[in-house]
């Protein structure tokens, strides 16, 4: 009798403990660059995410690791550096590409075997597979299946009722549907009702939701295009490439001209431009107000005043600026991320910024710190913990963050000529092309942040003493 009382006593014992701890609210968006309110850009009507970062922390300088999905998210969801993870295309899976990789524990595994309900709605992992990966939650996975281009009227609209034909999707939709038309709105419903419903003193919950937008194609519900003016939409600033850039680390802004309405064999027009950067504004938009929904149902739930909210996205975006349109570069526009960490235990009270410069590999160790668990039992983790910035907005765990990408990323494997490997310091951001078939350097990268925040002029030629200096810690973290 004592052996089974002390057995049940040990089996009950985590869940008890749980119980205690703060609930999180994981939200991820995708394909958001720093085009938002509490970035300084008040183009994008963001009133969900002001109303996030008000009662949080907002990090001015927090950078992704790869600037493209599944290696984005196959890095931070476990803790690794892409090199380490080994996922450096859509397709790779890290359980089968990483040392170990059956093994590994991710970040919502992490929480549900300490205890924690864990759930998964949206695109969280990366959407190629049946499954995104099933034993990091406590049920199944939903409204993450499909393309983006299968998220719209268009596509599924039968052929026989369309008005129009185009390949693979239009490019922008500005349709009279509820926000429910897109998966979007069907996934704010679904995590509103989950928060509602969950018991308040039940177990305590991990809730990931991944919102789809705004990834191309630019759709959004026409009300949500309607928040703009398209005269007052401005252009690309630069419109084109850096001057001196190496060719390398440009590219053909391929998957934009893969959607239908755009030209294959002409620039963009003005008109086009301010029109496809009216569609991102939209989508993001529409993508705030089910954020909107999400916040009230936590508001409504009883567990906001212990529910621990970080909104990020997997990386940034070009809508136009240095000729670009889409992400798969090292440049500041796909490198930074909005990262906004609200934590009830240290509410700000009217919001704050720092500029701590920070990674998306630092959440994983930085949520088991705030939710109080050990995370010495994953000793893999490659991050760093950000709970002294978060108690301490002027506070800095790092000098510099890491960014590495492929060129020309689309297509075959075969086709990649170089990597590009990038650091961001507090004033600069150096990156270094090396061969793939040689491992030499075949282009050099250095922009000024302080005189020239928007990356319009490689200077990598006459500041010879920063390039050294940056290569250094390139050569000591990449391990060249």
């Given at each position: 009798m004592r052996f089974l009382f002390?057995?049940?006593?040990?089996?009950?014992t985590?869940?008890?403990?749980?119980?205690e701890?703060?609930n999180?609210?994981?939200?991820?968006a995708d394909?958001?660059?720093?085009?938002?309110?509490?970035?300084?850009?008040r183009?994008?009507?963001?009133?969900?995410?002001d109303?996030?970062?008000?009662?949080?922390?907002?990090?001015?300088?927090?950078y992704?690791?790869q600037a493209?999905c599944n290696p984005?998210?196959?890095s931070?969801?476990?803790g690794l550096?892409?090199?380490?993870?080994?996922v450096?295309d859509?397709?790779?899976?890290?359980r089968?590409?990483a040392?170990?990789g059956s093994t590994?524990?991710?970040?919502?595994?992490y929480?549900?075997n300490?205890?924690?309900?864990?759930q998964n709605i949206?695109k969280?992992f990366?959407?190629?597979?049946?499954?995104?990966?099933?034993?990091?939650?406590?049920?199944?996975e939903?409204?993450f299946?499909?393309?983006?281009?299968?998220?719209t009227?268009y596509?599924?609209?039968?052929?026989?009722?369309?008005?129009f034909?185009?390949?693979?999707?239009?490019?922008?939709?500005?349709?009279?549907?509820?926000?429910?038309?897109?998966?979007d709105?069907?996934?704010?419903?679904?995590?509103?009702?989950?928060l509602?419903?969950?018991?308040v003193k039940g177990?305590?919950?991990?809730l990931?939701?991944?919102?789809?937008?705004?990834h191309?194609?630019?759709?959004?519900?026409k009300?949500?295009?309607?928040?703009?003016?398209p005269?007052?939409?401005?252009l690309?600033k630069?419109?084109?490439p850096?001057a001196?850039?190496?060719e390398?680390?440009?590219?053909?802004s391929?998957?934009?001209?893969?959607?239908g309405?755009?030209?294959?064999?002409?620039?963009?027009t003005i008109?086009?431009?301010?029109?496809?950067r009216?569609?991102?504004?939209a989508?993001?938009s529409?993508?705030?107000?089910q954020l909107g929904e999400?916040?009230?149902?936590l508001?409504?739930?009883?567990?906001?005043?212990?529910t621990i909210v970080?909104?990020t996205?997997?990386h940034g975006?070009?809508?136009g600026?240095?000729?670009l349109?889409g992400?798969t570069?090292n440049?500041?526009l796909d490198?930074?991320?909005p990262?906004?960490i609200a934590?009830?235990?240290h509410a700000?009270?009217?919001?704050k910024?720092?500029t701590a410069?920070v990674?998306?590999?630092?959440?994983?160790?930085t949520?088991?710190?705030?939710?109080?668990?050990?995370?010495?039992?994953?000793s893999?983790l490659?991050g760093?913990?950000?709970s002294?910035?978060i108690a301490d907005?002027a506070?800095?765990?790092?000098?510099a963050?890491?960014?590495?990408?492929q060129?020309p990323?689309?297509?075959?494997p075969k086709n990649?000529?170089?990597?590009g490997?990038s650091?961001?310091?507090?004033?600069?951001?150096?990156?270094?092309?090396?061969?793939?078939?040689?491992?030499e350097?075949?282009?050099?990268e250095?922009?000024?942040?302080?005189?020239d925040?928007l990356?319009?002029?490689n200077?990598?030629a006459?500041?010879?003493?920063?390039?050294?200096?940056?290569?250094?810690?390139?050569?000591?973290q990449f391990?060249?």
């Open positions: 002390i057995t049940v006593l040990l089996l009950i985590p869940l008890a403990v749980a119980s701890r703060p999180v609210l994981f939200i991820v394909d958001l660059n720093c085009a938002v309110g509490p970035y300084g850009d183009v994008a009507v963001t009133p969900n995410l109303r996030l970062a008000a009662r949080g922390l907002v990090f001015d300088r927090a992704c690791q493209v984005s998210r196959s931070f969801l476990t550096r892409p090199d380490t993870v080994k450096d859509l397709r790779k899976y890290f089968e590409t040392a170990g590994l524990v991710t970040l919502p595994q929480f549900k300490h205890g924690y309900f864990c949206g969280m990366h959407n190629m597979g049946e499954t995104q990966d099933r034993r990091s939650w406590s049920i199944d939903v409204l299946k499909g393309t983006h281009a299968d998220d009227v596509t599924n609209t039968p052929p026989s009722l369309r008005n034909s185009v390949t693979k999707a239009p490019v922008t939709e500005a349709l009279d549907v509820p926000d429910t038309a897109y998966r709105g069907q996934i704010a419903n679904l995590a509103a009702g989950m509602r419903d969950h018991p177990q305590p919950f991990f990931a939701v991944g919102f789809w937008r705004p191309l194609p630019f759709v959004a519900p009300k949500y295009w309607q928040l703009y003016q005269e007052d939409i401005p690309p630069p419109s084109g850096p001196d850039v190496p390398i680390a440009m590219h053909g391929r998957e934009i001209h893969g959607y309405g755009t030209p294959q064999d002409r620039p963009f008109d086009e431009i301010r029109h496809l009216h569609g991102y504004y989508s993001i529409f993508m705030d107000a999400i916040l009230d149902a508001d409504e739930s009883g567990h906001a005043e212990n970080v909104f996205s997997d975006f070009h809508i600026e240095q000729s349109w992400k570069t440049f500041e490198a930074r991320v990262l906004i934590d009830p235990q700000f009270e009217h919001g910024h720092t410069l990674e998306l590999i630092d959440l994983y160790p949520l088991a710190t705030l939710a109080g668990i050990d995370r010495k039992l994953n893999r490659e760093n913990d950000l002294t910035v907005a506070a800095t765990v790092k000098d963050a890491f960014t590495q990408h060129q990323f689309y297509g075959s990649w000529q170089a990597w490997y650091i961001r310091t507090a004033n600069w951001r150096y990156t270094e092309w090396r061969s793939i078939g040689s491992g350097v075949v282009g050099r250095l922009y000024d942040h302080k005189a925040p990356e319009s002029k200077i990598a006459t500041h010879p003493e920063i390039v050294a200096s940056h290569a250094k810690q390139l050569a000591h391990k060249f």
